[in-house]
């Protein structure tokens, strides 16, 4: 089992940055992959970053591509994502997840999910 922590989300106002967190604990971190995912009311979950277990390859979604960040530091446990230059459209739930078997970007590959951390960008 893998218990997932997210923090850092919050009001913030178009152009700010913000920086989420997520603390991961039950399980070997260094073996998981993980990712970033965020939903709206009514709609599906979707990825908006991943990163493997060692760092060496990372993928994001077309529309943070240059302005989120995934990163992660494996003797904390801890996932990041680092995001700049915020759009009201990036106004979501945030969730961390961890992926035990073949990195993937599709969420339904990901087996371990944390609660969800609201974001919310005003205009």
């Known amino acids: 089992q893998v218990q997932l922590v997210e923090s850092g989300g919050g009001l913030v106002r178009a152009g700010d940055s913000l920086r989420l967190s997520c603390a991961a604990s039950?399980?070997?971190?260094?073996?998981?992959?993980m990712g970033w995912f965020r939903q709206t009311p009514g709609k599906e979950r979707d990825v908006v970053a991943t990163i493997t277990s060692n760092s060496a390859y990372t993928n994001y979604i077309d529309s943070v591509k240059g302005r989120f960040t995934i990163s992660r530091d494996n003797a904390k446990n801890t996932v990041y994502l680092q995001m700049n230059r915020l759009k009201p459209e990036d106004t979501a739930v945030y969730y961390c997840?961890?992926?035990?078997?073949?990195?993937?970007?599709?969420?339904?590959?990901?087996?371990?999910w944390g609660q969800g951390t609201q974001v919310t960008v005003s205009s």
């Open positions: 039950g399980r070997t971190f260094n073996r998981l992959h």
């Open positions: 997840a961890a992926d035990s078997g073949v990195y993937a970007t599709d969420p339904r590959k990901y087996d371990y």
